[in-house]
């Protein structure tokens, strides 16, 4: 069963250093509270796994506009100049990686795969250092899994057992991510007793579920 904890003792989980991998999909279904309380935190060093690195202003930009994240691994960078700048200066190394990539990468460590295969990035710099499988007279780059310190992902509900359920198209990484996780934290609307979330409509089973963080969608951000 999860353990329910506040956002605040969350977030110290975060230490430096740390790989995190963080839910959303440019800001939505992203976890922002607790964003927002590791800045504040000052936690630095970290290698960020996520789909990109939000819009400035939001949760997840403001860790790379202080330089709090040494490593980023994503799909793309557009929608944070500061990214962009920081990856020409060198200050931060940036692995860019094809969405249909990441997401298996992490699928595959949830899934305790060996890596994926998969044509995309033959005959680009994607396929640079990588190991070259023929399957059917057809060559394919050997993608290794992807997986974290402490994933951090934000759903709509959950039940005390730790269960989830996303919303729309907030589900977007958050469910793989969960299961890619050492220490699985989920940033949550609401939180309801066993049994009141029907098993037809979980998203995630609460066994990937480590902690369990209530904020209010009225609360979300930190005053």
């Known amino acids: 069963m999860a353990v329910i904890i ?5 977030a110290s989980k975060v230490e430096s250093g740390k790989t995190i991998m963080v839910g959303g999909f440019i ?6 509270k607790l964003l927002e309380l590791i800045r504040l935190n000052g936690t630095k060093d970290l290698t960020l796994i996520s789909n990109d690195t939000g819009i400035l202003g939001d949760a997840l930009s403001q860790l790379v506009v202080e330089h709090r994240i040494k490593k980023l691994i994503a799909t ?3 929608t944070n100049k ?3 700048n920081q990856m020409n ?3 931060m190394e940036v692995k860019l990686v094809p969405q249909g990539t990441l997401a298996e990468q992490i699928r595959a460590a949830g899934s305790g795969l060996g890596g994926v295969l998969t044509p995309t990035g033959i005959g680009t710099i994607i396929e640079d250092g990588k190991q070259k499988i023929v399957v059917g007279g057809q060559e394919f780059l050997l993608e290794l899994p992807i997986s974290a310190d402490i994933a951090l992902i934000k759903a709509k509900k959950a039940d005390i057992a730790g269960n989830l359920v996303y919303h729309g198209s907030a589900r977007n ?3 793989i991510m969960a299961t890619a996780g050492k220490v699985v934290i989920a940033e949550v609307e609401e939180i309801v007793e066993a049994g009141e979330i029907k098993p037809d409509e979980i998203h995630t089973p609460g066994i990937f579920v480590d902690y369990l963080v209530l904020v209010p969608k009225e609360v979300e951000k930190v005053g």
């Not at 506040?6 to 969350?10: G, I, N, R």
């Not at 800001?27 to 922002?32: E, K, L, R, S």
């Open 6 to 10: 506040s956002p605040e003792e969350a």
């Open 27 to 32: 800001g939505c279904g992203a976890p922002d």
């Open 76 to 78: 793309h960078i557009g």
């Open 82 to 84: 500061e990214t962009g």
């Open 89 to 91: 200066s060198g200050e």
């Open 173 to 175: 990484f958050n469910p």
